[in-house]
């Protein structure tokens, strides 16, 4: 593909991951982000990097810094009942040619620096508090409104999350995500010993808390709380009502409970939603990626990873064809299947926590996607 201008809309991990692929392949990327600055984007407390996420953060040169300031995991993790008896051990996927641990955790935060600092030393540019209005596709220039004025570019990338606007340019206006009634409840907390790999802790009920180291001396708790419709908690009442879901638990679960939730102002609650994976992800000289085509609940902690290897591979498509239907078609063919089965599995996942999956083997089908994670891109 000859040389093209290229804007991103976006600076989340999958626009930043795609920007950087982009212009590591020599196209003029410029980022748009509605938020004010690169913090002010974040959203969450702390991110799981399977292999296969760190296989894709090494295609744009950032796979080192996450492991360097994160935590490298042996193993993926293990399942312990509601009193912290062992029950399973996930043991995860070293990716064969690479030199990564099956997970790594890092903070978002740290994530987004990293990121970030490298779009701007392989020469991206990202414009903040700009955000994306319209856009007309004039067949051989595409013109973008935003709240700063008017970009005109080769090809627009929506990267631009579950509330995607570029999104209806190419599929309309009846593509909306679902809420799938559980809620995340996330906080960070000290790194116990035990935290030493992706710690899940499970009740009878189906009910499930979730640990992940993200640093030395630092991990995050998540809690999957069943919320038939979301409920908006006020912020001085999410401790108290995080350690109700807690009670029943003894272990781990329930050392931090009574030890570290303490403080609203720390808690993180977050309605967990999904989406299919539609097609097509591109229309003339739009292309999709990441939430704004496939959004993912946490469950397989691969939203991230399935974002920054759209941004790798699409960066590889537009490389390898002349013309940008040949490479936009590449690329949804690349990840389509793939994409699928982690959405897909994530939800029924999420099914089986809800006690809406009896029989399902939890361990086994993270186990095959794990697998499957490994495969070439």
């Known amino acids: 593909m000859p040389h093209l201008s290229i804007l991103v809309v ?89 030199r990564f641990p099956p997970m790594n955790g890092v903070t978002r935060p740290q994530l987004h620096d990293i990121l970030t600092a490298r779009a701007a030393e392989v020469g991206v540019v990202v414009h903040y508090a700009t955000a994306f209005e319209d856009l007309d596709d004039r067949g051989d220039r595409v013109a973008v409104t935003t709240a700063r004025g008017v970009f005109e570019v080769d090809v627009v990338v929506g990267a631009d999350g579950v509330r995607s606007k570029v999104r209806r340019h190419v599929l309309g206006d009846d593509i909306e995500t679902t809420y799938i009634g559980q809620s995340a409840f996330r906080l960070n907390i000290p790194r116990l010993p035990e935290i030493d790999r992706i710690v899940l802790q499970v ?88 939430d704004a085509v496939h959004t993912i609940t946490p469950h397989l902690g691969q939203g991230a990873a399935q974002a920054i290897e759209d941004g790798v591979v699409l960066a590889e498509t537009l490389s390898t064809h002349d013309e940008l239907d040949d490479a936009f078609t590449e690329y949804t063919d690349r990840r389509l299947e793939r994409c699928r089965l982690v959405v897909e599995t994530s939800l029924r996942i999420a099914e089986w926590e809800m006690g809406r999956l009896p029989g399902f083997d939890n361990v086994a089908a993270t186990r095959h996607v794990l697998d499957a994670m490994a495969r070439p891109l």
């Not at 692929?21 to 799981?48: C, F, N, P, T, Y």
């Not at 180291?213 to 108290?240: K, W």
């Not at 003894?250 to 030890?259: F, H, I, K, N, P």
């Open 203 to 290: 009740a009878p009920t189906g009910d499930m808390a979730g640990f992940v180291p993200i640093g030395p001396d630092l991990a995050y708790m998540f809690y999957n709380a069943h919320m038939e419709v979301p409920e908006r908690i006020p912020q001085d009442r999410l401790a108290s009502r995080l350690r109700a879901y807690l009670a029943p638990f003894g272990g781990l679960a329930g050392r931090v409970r009574d030890e570290f939730v303490t403080d609203d102002a720390d808690i993180v609650l977050r309605p967990e939603e999904t989406m299919g994976v539609p097609t097509p992800w591109h229309r003339g000289r739009v292309v999709l990626m990441g």
């Open 10 to 98: 976006g600076a989340g991990i999958g626009g930043l991951s795609a920007a950087i692929a982009l212009r590591q392949a020599g196209h003029d990327v410029v980022v748009i982000e509605k938020s004010a600055d690169v913090h002010s984007s974040i959203h969450g407390v702390g991110i799981i990097q399977p292999g296969n996420a760190l296989r894709a953060l090494d295609a744009i040169g950032c796979a080192d810094a996450c492991v360097a300031v994160g935590y490298g995991a042996a193993a993926w993790g293990e399942m312990v009942d509601v009193d912290g008896v062992h029950l399973h051990d996930i043991q995860g996927i070293r990716i064969e040619g690479t």
